[in-house]
């Protein structure tokens, strides 16, 4: 039974939104940092954002700072990735993943994410 599922990816126009989901099962998912990474054809994952168990810390990687933003519902046990200003370079399968040990805080070190969900395509058109 797979531990992570990610939805909300789709088509849209360069300047536009969409909200990523994870929804998470199967472990305490709520104590551990999560975090969205992206891969898009012939490159290597790629840092997107993370935030800490309780949502007080998020750190963002440089090509999303401004326009992405993460968010979590510890009652849901989601997290969540609102995406504006969409940019073609953008397009990738989005992952969510969360920290290997309870006492990360945030990190943009990828290592040190396990349990990866299936992915979710994010194609922005220019």
């Known amino acids: 039974q797979r531990q992570l599922v990610e939805s909300g990816g789709g088509l849209v126009q360069a300047g536009g939104s969409l909200r990523l989901s994870c929804a998470a099962a199967?472990?305490?998912?709520?104590?551990?940092?999560m975090g969205w990474f992206r891969q898009a054809p012939g490159k290597e994952r790629e840092f997107v954002a993370v935030?800490?168990?309780?949502?007080?810390?998020?750190l963002y990687g440089d090509s999303v700072l401004g326009r992405f933003t993460i968010s979590r519902d510890n009652d849901k046990i989601a997290v969540y990735l609102q995406m504006d200003s969409l940019k073609p370079e953008d397009t990738a399968i989005y992952f969510c993943?969360?920290?290997?040990?309870?006492?990360?805080?945030?990190?943009?070190?990828?290592?040190?994410?396990?349990?990866w969900g299936q992915g979710t395509q994010v194609t922005v058109s220019s």
């Open positions: 993943s969360a920290a290997r040990s309870t006492d990360i805080i945030a990190t943009m070190d990828i290592p040190s994410f396990g349990a």
């Open positions: 935030i800490s168990w309780n949502g007080d810390n998020a």
């Open positions: 199967g472990r305490a998912f709520y104590t551990y940092a």
